[in-house]
């Protein structure tokens, strides 16, 4: 008679990015509530959208809202605008110019980036917010371009050791943050004397055990520790409000109260 119960931060990376970058106009759009893809694609396609309401974008444009989404979380991931053509099976040259737009509808996205690189060529490694460090290929510091790596042939090295610099914090962070906020919940339950418990957490999802009689005092032990917690205390992410959705046997939460 029990429930199963699961919750997962949306777009939790791309929170954690947000608010590393400290990028103002995509903290806006996350921040909103509105389609985050659709709305980035209002600006990363400015001049194709002008004149179409985000909540149409999905809808009538959905190849540029999937461009959209590609050079953002490719961006995130470190990947190139060969790999975003290959994925979007389009030109080089369209991806290349899709990433530029990006970088200039949300430079801060760019200085972050640029930050990550130069903290890697000048340390070797790379720090995250809770002080998990990833140490890098000597590639990138022994060498201080990537013209010079490719000349000792060891570009694809150095290539690697920059993406991860830019790409460790953001995953590093949103995976601790997801099993920092299980770890709080599961502490709760036994607090409260409750038989529920938490039985699973996958980077930014969380599943539980919801004894039968325990489901408004479990998702009010959510709520704090998902909700109020990280967007109390996590500086890191610079005024991006986290948020999360439930999942009870298989069904959205929909109207639920808690």
Request: one cysteine or more; proline letters at 2%.
């Given at each position: ?43 990363v396609?400015?001049?194709e ?132 906020c ?30 039968p ?11 704090y ?34």
């Amino acid at each position: 008679g029990g429930l199963f119960l699961s919750f997962d931060f949306s777009s939790l990376e791309v929170n954690v990015f947000t608010g590393m970058a400290n990028e103002e106009a995509l903290r806006d759009i996350l921040n909103s509530g509105a389609d985050l893809h659709s709305s980035m694609a209002k600006k990363v396609f400015a001049d194709e959208l002008k004149d179409v309401p985000v909540e149409k974008v999905k809808e009538l444009y959905p190849h540029l809202r999937s461009f959209s989404k590609g050079a953002t979380f490719g961006t995130l991931y470190g990947s190139s605008e060969f790999n975003l053509a290959d994925q979007l099976n389009i030109t080089v040259e369209r991806a290349k110019g899709i990433i530029d737009s990006l970088m200039v509808a949300f430079p801060g996205i760019a200085r972050y980036v640029e930050q990550c690189h130069e903290e890697a060529k000048t340390k070797g490694y790379i720090d995250t917010y809770f002080g998990v460090r990833r140490e890098l290929d000597v590639a990138v510091t022994k060498y201080k371009s990537k013209e010079e790596a490719k000349a000792h042939g060891v570009s694809g090295r150095y290539k690697h050791a920059l993406n991860a610099s830019q790409n460790h914090p953001v995953q590093s962070n949103a995976s601790v943050i997801g099993w920092i906020c299980a770890s709080h919940i599961q502490d709760e339950f036994i607090r409260q004397g409750m038989y529920s418990r938490v039985i699973g957490n996958v980077h930014d999802s969380v599943e539980m055990d919801i004894y039968p009689g325990e489901l408004q005092d479990a998702l009010r032990i959510v709520r704090y520790h998902a909700d109020t917690v990280p967007n109390s205390i996590y500086d890191l992410l610079n005024g991006v409000k986290l948020r999360f959705d439930f999942e009870g046997n298989g069904e959205s939460s929909g109207e639920w109260e808690y």
